[in-house]
C-alpha cells in the first residue's frame, strides 16, 4: 500500500489549490481515504473522507463549504479540492487510508495505519 500526495504550495489567502493523493497496491474502489492535515505546533486533524464504494464523503463541520474530496478511478487517485484558502489552513497535508475501513465517518475518526508523505500547504501574503 503506497499513498503519494502532491499539489501542495504557496498561496495567497482567497486562493485555490488541488491536492492529489496517487494509491498503488489496491484498488481505490474499496476502502476509504480520506485526508488530514497538521498544522504547526497543533495536533492533526481530518478534513475529509471518502467512501469509495459509495461515494459518501465526509467533512468536519468547521471545513464544511471550502474543501471538496473527490476520486478519479481510473487514475486511482484522490483529489482535495481546497476553496478559500484561509492562513489557518497552513500546514502539511497527508493523504491515508484504512484497508478494512469503507467508512468515510469512521475513517476520518480513527487513526489510519496506512499513511503517505505529506505536501505541504502555505496560505500567507
Known amino acids: 500500500v503506497q499513498l503519494q500526495a502532491s499539489g501542495g504550495g504557496l498561496v495567497q489567502p482567497g486562493g485555490s489549490l488541488r491536492l492529489s493523493c496517487a494509491a498503488s497496491g489496491f484498488s481505490l474502489n474499496r476502502p476509504a481515504i480520506g485526508w488530514f492535515r497538521q498544522a504547526p505546533g497543533k495536533e492533526r486533524e481530518a478534513v475529509s473522507c471518502l467512501s469509495t464504494n459509495n461515494d459518501i464523503t465526509y467533512y468536519p463541520d468547521f471545513l464544511k463549504g471550502r474543501f471538496t474530496i473527490a476520486r478519479d478511478k481510473t487514475k486511482n487517485t484522490v483529489y482535495l479540492q481546497i476553496d478559500n484558502l484561509r492562513p489557518e489552513d497552513t500546514g502539511v497535508y497527508y493523504c491515508?487510508?484504512?484497508?478494512?475501513?469503507?467508512?468515510?465517518?469512521?475513517?476520518?475518526?480513527?487513526?489510519?495505519?496506512?499513511w503517505g508523505k505529506g505536501t505541504l500547504v502555505t496560505v500567507s501574503s
Open positions: 491515508a487510508t484504512d484497508l478494512g475501513q469503507s467508512s468515510s465517518y469512521a475513517l476520518c475518526h480513527s487513526s489510519p495505519p496506512n
